[in-house]
């Protein structure tokens, strides 16, 4: 009975071979001849197509700085009319009798000047305030006198400085310079062209009472130019 019990604990402790085992392949590795070197595995390039917008070219932007300024010299296109030459040759007589008088030059020279600010300041700035009397006062009389005065003043100082235009051109033509190149000159025609305006319309004022402002209107606005007149004939009395 001890040997059997012996056996039986002998077959119980033998390990038993499994009936799943699977002999183990050789590598490939293992498979390759000794002899002979593996092959590098193929290297796979990743090939990136790459795509470039050109941008439109930027064009180039060229910025301009305009100035503008005001002066009375575009006026002169105004000036150069075809009548200076004619005008000149009129001229020129009386020019050569007034050389002949051996006037100081000073008096050539400033003469017209002086007594077209006369007629400026004298007839026409005390014309011009029997003017607004007239539209502005509540006195009768003095209305009266106003209109009796204001007609005789203006028309004075248009006769005064049509015949002192002569009286410029000839100081211009004594000291040999052009009549009609210059804002002076230029003011000075535009000037008399709306003083002769100015005293056709209170010929119309009976049918037309409305007019009356456009009388003032226009009168205050032929003062103001004849001052810049006066300041164009100051700087071109010092320009020579």
């Known amino acids: 009975m001890g040997a059997v019990a012996m056996a039986s604990s002998s077959l119980a402790l ?22 002979r070197a593996a092959l590098p595995a193929p290297r796979t390039v990743a090939t990136t197509q790459l795509s470039v ?38 001229f020129q007589p009386f020019v050569e009798i007034v050389k002949t008088f051996n006037l100081p030059d000073w008096l050539v020279h400033w003469g017209h000047p002086g007594n077209m600010a006369v007629v400026l300041f004298a ?35 248009f006769f005064f400085f049509a ?20 804002p002076h000159a230029v003011t000075g025609i535009i000037g008399l062209a709306l003083l002769t305006v100015q005293s056709l319309l209170p010929t119309l004022f009976e049918g037309n009472p409305g007019l009356r402002g456009a009388h003032g209107l226009l009168g205050s606005s032929i003062m103001t130019l004849f001052l810049f007149h006066a300041a ?9």
């Open 14 to 35: 033998r390990p038993r071979a499994s009936s799943s085992h699977r002999p183990l392949r050789p590598s490939r590795a293992a498979a390759v001849p000794a002899g």
């Open 53 to 90: 917008e050109r941008s439109p070219p930027v064009s180039e932007t060229t910025t301009t700085t305009r100035l503008y300024s005001l002066a009375p010299y575009p006026l002169l296109l105004a000036a150069l009319l075809p009548g200076a030459e004619s005008v000149t040759a009129a």
């Open 123 to 157: 007839m026409g700035g005390y014309g011009t305030y029997l003017g607004f009397r007239i539209k502005l006062s509540d006195d009768p009389e003095e209305k009266a006198k106003a209109k009796d005065l204001h007609p005789k003043l203006l028309g004075g100082m």
């Open 163 to 182: 015949a002192g235009a002569t009286g410029g051109v000839t100081a211009l033509l004594t000291s040999g310079k052009p009549i009609f190149e210059s």
């Open 232 to 240: 164009f004939g100051l700087q071109l009395g010092l320009s020579f």
